[in-house]
């Protein structure tokens, strides 16, 4: 048998050129807003290979369609590995994961201020040296004040502040990248050219050639059926800014209530679509569906609908909202063509009509004391503040600003005494080294609480 790829299922595009490696099979899924991981096994005659050829570096695999076409899963090699050869041939291992990953591999404290999250995120991505990624939102956000990156990688970072935001993504792969689209509704997701709709055929032992779905199973549960939040503006300390969203559900105990605080806003316009978005994010899960098939052109992000079902109102359109891969290719001992390959899927789906949101499940980061930083301000001034007394700082951690009057949010400072038009007040200068606690401990609000003295700003 020749060592190539013409008539196979499953085609592997790497760096090493065409017919150095086959794939015998690969495992592995992918989720609305969650990376993607696909395990390859592949054979070679070359059993010397160097791995460092390949990690870190693009591969795809190409799945024939049955109208002709091609699906491709694209990826960069995040492990690669050799096992005991298998007779003639060499046996590798290979993990592809998206680009995305490689943030989980890096890490920073940083600043950003002004910026909407879509802005911070786009940002991270394109320092990082990433462009494959596209847009797809559906509304403005709004403008975060003050955001900080805190002794976090850059994954976790854009993870938390899309959970934030009700922002997830998902991949379109082609055959020499992957892109990564930012969505937030239905409109960001469509049906594939042949899978706009998809029958469901009773799993037996007739051979049918059209793709088809043949397994099915329906899931309910019990989830909150409110979410009620609240925050503080000290700007206007007697305004009400509590909100609730609620989406109960018919059935017994489906109306239960979250409650939570801080919000983290100030408005509450914002504060309704937080709400929403975390309500609606544990509503995904009331209800999911799962497939089996062997529709080799659906993954996560498509949408299709299901057709020759039993149960009447199951024939909708769903959006599929995780996907899991098994393909075994035909053995090269026995020389067999396309016929003798498998692909299985397993789709995880939800109602097209529900919003999907992600889980916050990401780890956000606590600042576990207080920290000094430096007072800054414009060059030549001594003090620099406003109308609430704040001041701005320099954080010992921050690499990238430059110690000036945009290096920080405006700050609160604590005072010995404060009430309405008496007490004390003594504001920090600039270069004086000041002590800052955060608020709950989030790096996104600080709050001055003490001033030291240094070796440059001495005891008098």
Not at 176 to 183: C, F
Not at 288 to 312: D, M, P, V, W, Y
Request: with cysteine; proline share 5%; aromatic share 12%.
């Amino acid at each position: 048998m020749l060592f190539n790829q013409t008539s196979r299922l499953a085609k592997i595009t790497s760096p090493l050129g065409p017919d150095v490696l086959l794939l015998n099979q690969m495992g592995g899924g992918e989720e609305l807003g969650r990376l993607f991981a696909y395990e390859l096994q592949l054979t070679s005659l070359d059993a010397n290979i160097d791995l460092n050829q390949l990690l870190g570096k693009p591969m795809s695999v190409g799945v024939q369609l049955a109208d002709g076409g091609e699906r491709h899963f694209h990826g960069i090699v995040a492990q690669c590995s050799q096992s005991i050869d298998q007779g003639q041939f060499a046996s590798y291992q290979v993990t592809l994961r998206p680009w995305l990953w490689l943030l989980s591999r890096t890490s920073d404290c940083r600043i950003f201020q002004n910026l909407s999250i879509p802005q911070i995120i786009k940002q991270v991505f394109r320092d990082l040296g990433f462009s494959d990624f596209e847009d797809a939102l559906s509304r403005p956000y709004r403008e975060w004040e003050y955001c900080v990156q805190y002794r976090e990688t850059s994954f976790d970072f854009v993870s938390r502040l899309m959970e934030q935001e009700g922002i997830y993504y998902f991949f379109r792969h082609e055959q020499d990248r992957h892109v990564l689209v930012l969505a937030d509704a239905y409109g960001a997701h469509a049906t594939v050219p042949g899978y706009v709709s998809i029958p469901y055929y009773p799993k037996d032992e007739q051979q049918r050639e059209r793709d088809h779905l043949y397994n099915w199973h329906l899931a309910q549960q019990v989830q909150p059926g409110s979410l009620e939040l609240n925050d503080y503006d000290f700007q206007r300390p007697s305004a009400s800014i509590d909100v609730r969203s609620a989406m109960p559900r018919p059935h017994a105990a489906g109306d239960y209530p979250l409650y939570d605080y801080p919000g983290t806003y100030v408005q509450s316009a914002d504060g309704e679509h937080y709400a929403r978005t975390r309500i609606e994010a544990l509503q995904t899960l009331h209800e999911q569906i799962e497939f089996n098939g062997n529709a080799r052109g659906l993954g996560s992000g498509h949408l299709f609908s299901l057709t020759g079902f039993s149960r009447q109102d199951q024939n909708r359109e769903y959006l599929i909202v995780g996907c899991r891969y098994y393909i075994v290719q035909e053995s090269l001992e026995s020389g067999g063509g396309s016929s003798s390959a498998q692909f299985d899927s397993s789709l995880t789906c939800i109602d097209a009509q529900q919003s999907f949101r992600p889980l916050a499940n990401t780890y956000r980061p606590i600042v576990k004391g207080p920290q000094t930083a430096l007072v800054v301000g414009p060059k030549g001034e001594e003090i620099w503040t406003d109308q609430y007394g704040r001041v701005k700082v320099h954080f010992y951690w921050d690499r990238h600003d430059q110690s000036n009057e945009n290096s920080s949010c405006w700050i609160r400072v604590s005072q010995s005494w404060a009430g309405k038009n008496w007490g004390s007040m003594q504001i920090p200068r600039i270069g004086q080294e000041v002590i800052v606690s955060f608020l709950e401990g989030d790096p996104d609000r600080p709050i001055i609480t003490g001033r030291v003295y240094n070796a440059e700003q001495t005891v008098p």
